[in-house]
C-alpha cells in the first residue's frame, strides 16, 4: 500500500509540475509573440514559439503519466509504466521539429533580411522572461529528477535553453539599438542548431533507456544487501532488473545457501526474501535461483579457493560464484562473471576453462559464463 501511495503522489506532483509549466509558457508564448510581431524580430518570435513547443510537451507529460499510472491487466501485466520513456520522446521529436522549423526560418530570413525594430519595453520584456524561465527550467528540472520523470527532466532543461536563447536574444537587441548591425536572422540560425542538438541529445537518451540499459549499480547494490542480511545466505549474484517505468522493477537473482537446507526452509527463505525486498526497494522478485555451497567437505575449500585463483588470474574475469564440488560424482561446478570489455568473452571462458581442468584433470568441470548487468 505504501508502494502505491508512492506512485499517486509521484503521479501527482508530475501533473502539478506539469500545469505550472504550461501556464507559464503560454504567458511567456503571448508576451514574446506580441513582441516579436511589433518589433519585427525573427528570434523574439521564434522564442515565442519555442515556448509553445515548450507548453506542448507538458500537455504531452501530464497525458503520459495519467497512461502510466493505469492498472496492470491481462494485456499488460507488467502496467504501463514505459509509456513515460514513449512521452520522453515525443517531447525530444516536438523539441527537434521545433529546432529544424527555426533554422529554415532563419535561413529565409538571411537570404531575404528584414530589419527589426526594437523598443525599451520589448527588451525589458524578454528580460524579464529570462528569469522566469531560469526560476522554471531549475525547479521543472529538481522535480523531474526527484521523482524520477525524464519527460520533467527533459522540459526543464529545454526551459534552461529557453532562457539562454533569450538572452542571446536580448544582447542581439542591444546591439542593433546601440551599433544598427543586425544580428537577427543569424542569431535565429544559430538559436535552431542549439535547439536540434538538445532534442537528438535527449531522443538519443530516451531511446537508450527503451532499448534497456544496464542495472542501476548503486539501486542493485542496496538490493544485494538486503538478501545477503538473511541467516544462510552467503551471497547474490546474477541480479537482473527489467525497468517497466521509472521506478517499477522486476528482477530476479541468484541467493548461495547450506547444502543442507530442505526444500522448505529454501521455500520460506525464497518468500521472506521477496517480500522484504519488495518492502524495502519496491522491487518485485519474478524469481530467485538458488546454488549451494559444501558445508561437510573440507577438501572443497581448498578446491574452491585454487579454482578462484586461477578463474581470478585473467584480467576480465570479475567474479566466481555457486561453486560446488561433488566428490560423489566427481564434478567441480560453479559460474564466472568475464567482463564485457574482454574483446572476445567466449575465448576469455575457453582459456580459463583449459586452465583448470589441467589443473583438475580427474574431475568433471561444469563452468557456466556468466554476466555481471550491474557492470560499471
Same mark, same amino acid.
Not at 536572422?185 to 542549439?194: E, R
Given at each position: 500500500?505504501?508502494?502505491?501511495?508512492?506512485?499517486?503522489?509521484?503521479?501527482?506532483?508530475?501533473?502539478?509540475?506539469?500545469?505550472?509549466?504550461?501556464?507559464?509558457?503560454?504567458?511567456?508564448?503571448?508576451?514574446?509573440?506580441?513582441?516579436?510581431?511589433?518589433?519585427?524580430?525573427?528570434?523574439?518570435?521564434?522564442?515565442? @514559439? =519555442?515556448?509553445?513547443? &515548450? *507548453?506542448?510537451?507538458?500537455? !504531452?507529460?501530464?497525458?503520459? /503519466?495519467? #497512461? %502510466?499510472?493505469?492498472?496492470?491487466?491481462?494485456?499488460?501485466?507488467?502496467?504501463?509504466?514505459?509509456?513515460?520513456?514513449?512521452?520522453?520522446?515525443?517531447?525530444?521529436?516536438?523539441?527537434?521539429?521545433?529546432?529544424?522549423?527555426?533554422?529554415?526560418?532563419?535561413?529565409?530570413?538571411?537570404?531575404?533580411?528584414?530589419?527589426?525594430?526594437?523598443?525599451?519595453?520589448?527588451?525589458?520584456?524578454?528580460?524579464?522572461?529570462?528569469?522566469?524561465?531560469?526560476?522554471?527550467?531549475?525547479?521543472?528540472?529538481?522535480?523531474?529528477?526527484?521523482?524520477?520523470?525524464?519527460?520533467? @527532466? =527533459?522540459?526543464?532543461? &529545454? *526551459?534552461?535553453?529557453?532562457? !539562454?536563447?533569450?538572452?542571446? /536574444?536580448? #544582447? %542581439?537587441?542591444?546591439?542593433?539599438?546601440?551599433?544598427?548591425?543586425?544580428?537577427?536572422?543569424?542569431?535565429?540560425?544559430?538559436?535552431?542548431?542549439?535547439?536540434?542538438?538538445?532534442?537528438?541529445?535527449?531522443?538519443?537518451?530516451?531511446?537508450?533507456?527503451?532499448?534497456?540499459?544496464?542495472?542501476?549499480?548503486?539501486?542493485?547494490?542496496?538490493?544485494?544487501?538486503?538478501?545477503?542480511?538473511?541467516?544462510?545466505?552467503?551471497?547474490?549474484?546474477?541480479?537482473?532488473?527489467?525497468?517497466?517505468?521509472?521506478?517499477?522493477?522486476?528482477?530476479?537473482?541468484?541467493?548461495? @545457501?547450506?547444502?543442507?537446507?530442505? *526444500?522448505?526452509?529454501?521455500?520460506?527463505?525464497?518468500?521472506?526474501?521477496?517480500?522484504?525486498?519488495?518492502?524495502?526497494?519496491?522491487?518485485?522478485?519474478?524469481?530467485?535461483?538458488?546454488?549451494?555451497?559444501?558445508?561437510?567437505?573440507?577438501?572443497?575449500?581448498?578446491?574452491?579457493?585454487?579454482?578462484?585463483?586461477?578463474?581470478?588470474?585473467?584480467?576480465?574475469?570479475?567474479?566466481?560464484?555457486?561453486?560446488?564440488?561433488?566428490?560423489?560424482?566427481?564434478?567441480?561446478?560453479?559460474?564466472?562473471?568475464?567482463?564485457?570489455?574482454?574483446?572476445?568473452?567466449?575465448?576469455?571462458?575457453?582459456?580459463?576453462?583449459?586452465?583448470?581442468?589441467?589443473?583438475?584433470?580427474?574431475?568433471?568441470?561444469?563452468?557456466?559464463?556468466?554476466?555481471?548487468?550491474?557492470?560499471?
Amino acid at each position: 500500500m505504501e508502494i502505491k501511495n508512492k506512485q499517486l503522489e509521484r503521479q501527482k506532483t508530475i501533473v502539478k509540475t506539469s500545469v505550472l509549466g504550461i501556464v507559464a509558457n503560454v504567458l511567456l508564448a503571448a508576451f514574446k509573440a506580441l513582441v516579436g510581431i511589433i518589433s519585427h524580430s525573427v528570434a523574439i518570435t521564434l522564442d515565442a @514559439v =519555442n515556448n509553445i513547443t &515548450d *507548453a506542448t510537451a507538458s500537455v !504531452v507529460t501530464i497525458i503520459g /503519466t495519467k #497512461i %502510466a499510472g493505469k492498472e496492470p491487466n491481462k494485456k499488460h501485466p507488467f502496467g504501463y509504466g514505459r509509456i513515460e520513456y514513449i512521452t520522453a520522446m515525443v517531447i525530444a521529436v516536438i523539441v527537434l521539429y521545433a529546432g529544424i522549423t527555426a533554422l529554415i526560418e532563419s535561413i529565409k530570413k538571411i537570404i531575404d533580411p528584414v530589419s527589426p525594430d526594437y523598443s525599451l519595453i520589448s527588451i525589458i520584456i524578454i528580460s524579464v522572461a529570462v528569469v522566469v524561465k531560469i526560476v522554471l527550467g531549475l525547479y521543472v528540472k529538481s522535480v523531474g529528477k526527484r521523482v524520477k520523470s525524464d519527460s520533467l @527532466v =527533459n522540459s526543464g532543461q &529545454d *526551459a534552461l535553453l529557453d532562457a !539562454v536563447i533569450s538572452v542571446t /536574444t536580448v #544582447i %542581439a537587441a542591444i546591439l542593433y539599438v546601440t551599433t544598427g548591425i543586425s544580428t537577427e536572422a543569424y542569431l535565429g540560425a544559430v538559436i535552431s542548431l542549439v535547439i536540434i542538438k538538445s532534442g537528438l541529445d535527449m531522443l538519443r537518451e530516451t531511446i537508450s533507456q527503451l532499448l534497456g540499459e544496464s542495472n542501476d549499480v548503486e539501486k542493485a547494490n542496496e538490493i544485494k544487501k538486503t538478501v545477503r542480511s538473511f541467516e544462510g545466505v552467503r551471497g547474490t549474484y546474477d541480479m537482473v532488473l527489467h525497468n517497466y517505468g521509472p521506478d517499477t522493477y522486476h528482477g530476479s537473482l541468484h541467493i548461495e @545457501v547450506p547444502e543442507d537446507y530442505t *526444500a522448505n526452509e529454501i521455500d520460506k527463505l525464497i518468500r521472506d526474501i521477496q517480500t522484504k525486498v519488495y518492502e524495502e526497494h519496491g522491487v518485485v522478485l519474478t524469481a530467485i535461483g538458488v546454488y549451494s555451497y559444501n558445508t561437510s567437505d573440507e577438501e572443497s575449500v581448498a578446491i574452491r579457493k585454487r579454482v578462484t585463483e586461477i578463474a581470478m588470474s585473467n584480467e576480465y574475469v570479475t567474479g566466481v560464484h555457486g561453486f560446488y564440488f561433488s566428490r560423489e560424482n566427481q564434478s567441480i561446478r560453479f559460474d564466472i562473471v568475464i567482463s564485457f570489455n574482454a574483446p572476445s568473452r567466449s575465448e576469455e571462458y575457453n582459456k580459463v576453462y583449459e586452465a583448470i581442468s589441467k589443473e583438475y584433470p580427474d574431475y568433471m568441470i561444469i563452468m557456466a559464463l556468466d554476466t555481471d548487468y550491474s557492470e560499471e
